[in-house]
């Protein structure tokens, strides 16, 4: 277990080192003439601009691996401190150990990626490729990566090893060194649950306090004050970085700290119920009496798996919600559009409408009924509102009085396109006072209104007609949206069909109308989603780390707890009824904190993306429930599943070992490592 850690920075220091390429490398055939060819990613400036976070992340990781081996140690190094050793030199050799260790094998990780990337590369051409030499950018990518993972070593081993010889484990307080380790809950805080009328063990966190206060100055800043971000001096940079800081950093930690707290404190009083006329040798009584009791690093390995969870689940839900709304929009741009007056389509934007400003005249009402009758088409009647030239809104444009053209906005129903695909324009957020696909404001005569446009993508510009005619007054049917009635309902795949439209449009009398094609200029990709496959590739990794915390903490408890282990076997108690309550336990663990990341996930993901929307509030939940319906639910849950699972057994392979053990060896065992 004391060896998790280096083992975790050597793995992810060969996966970087393998990205980052080979520092011995020439040109190839595929390769621009006189350029090196390295086709591996730019690792030194994501390296440079994400260091901050990245060693947060490394560090959270190193720091809870060490923590959960010097946690084994707690009475040793009270001892020491007893013999009159200080904390600072105890800390101080922790550290430069572990992180001279985690150094070397950095190092080596490194080279192993490189050389593994190097002979891959030889693998595929044969060569190195001719006129080779020394890629700096490599070995500046290398030494950022090292620079990384060594600091991200030392500030989690220096936490790790200030809190395992911190309090309660003081000079003479060696019998007290574990003392916070098997507490339980009391009202005044923690308590000895070997001795219940000891004085409870406070622990006071300030940090969360700080770290709240400082979120809320600077967003607050810079909020009441939006005129510093248009200064070119130094104090918009500073803010900037605050600003970064506080959302990238402070509130990230601040969710997984409240998180983190609230599932451990789920877990014990889970175990507290499960108590309840538990028989005190049996599996029941003994994973309810082990998840009662407040042991070191549960609230880390209940943090770890509830962001693993949590990122997964907002993730997909942003990803699945926004690749439905491009499909959508895609499925929904119509094959042509008939109408009085011409409607400027993608690539016309820029121009200016060719019609007076305000409604456009109706139709020709034989042409409508002439459309509508042919059962070979689908037509969508709706109106076209012709907007005048204006000065764009200050929060948009690009420089003071930057000015936007006229354009054609097609006004109609949120439900009116309701069947062509799998979902409405609602799913666009398409209300009173939203306009997709542009941030104009709509000017006709004296007539200005300001409207919300949401960061999705739509077929058109387009607005809500009932809420159009409020404001500029009635309109007629200006216009027909044209779709192949064979193509229906369609997705963002169906094939457009254009010879088949222009042979049944020539057989209408349509001379006197204009006539413009959306769907043949329309082209763009959906974008991808999370699925089963891509959780897998992505998240598994990343859950079994944190699955890896979790058996952590397992072995770091169950190594605390020799003494009474040894005791219950010796009393009869069999080795199958200790395995299967390690197993209850580490499975409650990972339980609790997937399913608090499953709902913080769902929480984060739904609001980011309702944040993205517009309209007022109705909209926006009801497009909540559109977001949940493309969420990986089963994947998720799978997910979630086999860690739980895996957790359980290899928390039960644990204790195989030492139940190899008679109760006597394991007595004698606790006493050499001090643990009571």
Do not use: C
């Not at 051409?125 to 020394?134: F, I, K, L, R, T």
């Not at 030392?154 to 200030?162: D, N, Q, R, S, V």
């Not at 420089?399 to 666009?428: C, K, N």
């Not at 996930?601 to 517009?614: W, Y």
Request: charged share 15%; glycine share 10%; proline share 5%.
């Amino acid at each position: 277990m004391k060896h998790l850690s280096t083992l975790a920075i050597g793995v992810v220091a060969a996966l970087l080192g393998w990205v980052t390429g080979p520092i011995w490398v020439g040109q190839t055939p595929l390769a621009d003439p006189g350029n090196m060819y390295n086709p591996y990613i730019p690792v030194f400036p994501i390296m440079l601009f994400y260091a901050p976070i990245l060693i947060a992340l490394g560090a959270a990781v190193i720091g809870t691996l060490d923590a959960a081996h010097l946690a084994t140690r707690r009475s040793e190094l009270a001892a020491l401190r007893a013999l009159g050793r200080t904390r600072g030199g105890l800390v101080r050799a922790e550290v430069l150990r572990r992180t001279g260790l985690h150094a070397a094998v950095s190092v080596g990780g490194l080279v192993l990626g490189s050389l593994a990337a190097l002979l891959l590369r030889v693998a595929a051409y044969g060569s190195v490729g001719h006129d080779a030499a020394v890629d700096w950018g490599a070995v500046f990518s290398l030494g950022a990566v090292l620079v990384v993972l060594v600091a991200s070593s030392a500030l989690g081993t220096l936490a790790a090893a200030l809190w395992a010889t911190g309090s309660p484990a003081g000079v003479g307080a060696g019998a007290r060194a574990t003392a916070a380790d098997d507490a339980v809950p009391s009202r005044g805080g923690l308590q000895s649950a070997s001795d219940p009328e000891a004085a409870p063990v406070r622990r006071r966190r300030r940090w969360p306090w700080w770290t709240a206060g400082g979120l809320v100055l600077f967003v607050g800043i810079g909020f009441a004050f939006p005129f510093l971000a248009s200064d070119g001096g130094v104090v918009p940079i500073l803010l900037a970085i605050a600003l970064s800081l506080a959302l990238y950093l402070a509130l990230p930690a601040l969710l997984v700290w409240g998180g983190a707290s609230l599932g451990s404190r789920t877990v014990s009083a889970l175990g507290r119920m499960a108590a309840r006329r538990a028989d005190p040798g049996t599996t029941r009584g003994l994973a309810s009496d082990a998840l009662a009791r407040r042991v070191p690093l549960r609230t880390a390995a209940v943090g770890a798996i509830g962001l693993v969870i949590a990122v997964a689940s907002g993730t997909s839900i942003v990803l699945n919600s926004n690749a439905a709304r491009n499909e959508l929009s895609r499925a929904l741009i119509p094959d042509a559009v008939v109408s009085s007056v011409p409607v400027l389509v993608d690539g016309d934007y820029l121009g200016e409408p060719d019609a007076p400003p305000g409604w456009a005249p109706a139709l020709d009402a034989e042409v409508v009924a002439a459309l509508q009758a042919d059962d070979r088409l689908v037509v969508v009647p709706v109106a076209v509102l012709v907007t005048e030239r204006t000065e764009i809104p200050s929060e948009y444009a690009s420089f003071p009085g930057e000015m936007q053209p006229g354009q054609t906005v097609i006004a109609l129903t949120p439900e009116a396109l309701h069947g062509l695909a799998d979902a409405s324009l609602r799913a666009m957020y398409l209300a009173d006072g939203v306009q997709l696909a542009s941030t104009q404001t709509l000017v006709v005569g004296d007539t200005s209104v300001a409207t919300d446009t949401p960061s999705v993508a739509s077929p058109f510009v387009t607005i809500s007609r009932p809420w159009a005619e409020d404001v500029f007054g009635d309109a007629a049917d200006s216009a027909l949206l044209v779709y192949v009635a064979d193509t229906l309902p369609r997705s963002a795949e169906t094939p457009l069909q254009y010879r088949e439209l222009d042979a049944i449009l020539a057989e209408h009398d349509l001379e006197d109308e204009h006539l413009t094609w959306p769907a043949r200029y329309e082209s763009y990709d959906v974008g991808s989603r999370a699925d089963a496959a891509s959780l897998l590739l992505i998240a598994g990794p990343f859950m079994l780390g944190a699955v890896g915390i979790v058996l952590a903490l397992t072995a770091a408890t169950q190594r605390l707890r020799a003494r009474e282990h040894a005791t219950l076997a010796a009393l009869g108690v069999r080795a199958g009824t200790l395995r299967a309550a390690a197993a209850l336990e580490a499975g409650t663990v990972t339980a609790v904190g997937s399913v608090l990341g499953l709902a913080a996930g769902v929480v984060l993901g739904t609001s980011f993306s309702a944040l993205n929307g517009a309209g007022g509030l109705g909209i926006r939940l009801w497009n909540v429930g559109f977001d949940l319906s493309q969420t990986p639910w089963v994947a998720l849950v799978t997910l979630v599943l086999a860690a739980t699972a895996i957790a359980a057994g290899l928390a039960a392979l644990l204790r195989v070992r030492v139940d190899a053990r008679t109760p006597a060896e394991q007595l004698r065992q606790a006493d050499k490592e001090g643990v009571r």
